[in-house]
Nanobody, 116 residues
């Protein structure tokens, strides 16, 4: 059975940091691209960062470049999103996504709230 489980969300002060984790099971994790999305209230879900299966290629939304870092550990079947210098605009539910061709898996999301 496929599982993607996010953790590490919470409340943080302006300028603070959080590290989100995504635990994967039930599929060949290293073959899948992993992406982090977020959705703020009243807004569409947006792509935040992505990382290739082997971890060598990454990409980021312009709004988080230089502040967020995506990484993965294919031995532990984990993905991470290190978020630094957080601002209120980063408040959202963050989702882990794994995809390979037409196969997509989603986690349940974890809330990140940044106090001004």
């Amino acid at each position: 059975q496929v599982h993607l489980v996010e953790s590490g969300g919470g409340s943080v002060q302006f300028g603070g940091s959080l590290r989100l984790s995504c635990a994967a099971s039930g599929f060949t994790f290293s073959s899948f691209v992993v992406r982090w999305f977020r959705q703020a209230p009243g807004k569409e879900r947006e792509l935040v960062a992505g990382i290739s299966g082997g971890g060598t290629n990454t990409n980021y939304a312009d709004s988080v470049k230089g502040r967020f870092t995506i990484s993965r550990d294919n031995v532990e079947n984990m993905a991470y999103l290190q978020m630094n210098n957080l601002g209120p605009e980063d408040t959202a539910v963050y989702y882990c996504n794994a995809y390979l061709y037409s196969t997509y898996y989603w986690g349940q999301g974890t809330q990140v709230t940044v106090a001004p």
